[in-house]
């Protein structure tokens, strides 16, 4: 099986900077795209941020300037640097990855979520 487990959520005052870390584990052959999709109360899933296994980067343009997803391929983790927070940056974020079992099938795994909460 194929966990991904993230961490570094917090409550944070507005202006503040917080890192998310998801660490993804299990019978992984190949790990593709990575990323960072959150949800807050009452409104839809939606993408923050996505790194794919070439470095390649995609943001959502609320966050752009502001976050930064980067990955270490060898530790299979990707971290989101998140700076300049809001209170509309408040939310449950959800660590996702595509990968590639040894069964060569691909996969879509989420993680269990890490609240970010930004208020005074």
């Known amino acids: 099986q194929v966990q991904l487990v993230e961490s570094g959520g917090a409550l944070v005052q507005p202006g503040g900077s917080l890192r998310l870390s998801c660490a993804a584990s299990g019978n992984i052959f190949s790990l593709n795209l990575m990323g960072w999709y959150r949800q807050a109360p009452g409104k839809q899933r939606e993408l923050v941020a996505v790194?794919?296994?070439?470095?390649?980067?995609t943001y959502a343009d609320p966050v752009k300037g502001r976050f930064t997803i980067s990955r270490d391929g060898a530790k299979n983790t990707v971290h989101l640097q998140m700076n300049s927070l809001k209170p509309e940056d408040t939310a449950v974020y959800y660590c996702?990855?595509?990968?590639?079992?040894?069964?060569?099938?691909?996969?879509?795994?989420w993680g269990q979520g890490t609240q970010v909460t930004v208020s005074s």
């Open positions: 790194i794919t296994s070439g470095g390649g980067t």
């Open positions: 996702t990855a595509d990968l590639r079992l040894y069964d060569q099938r691909n996969y879509r795994y």
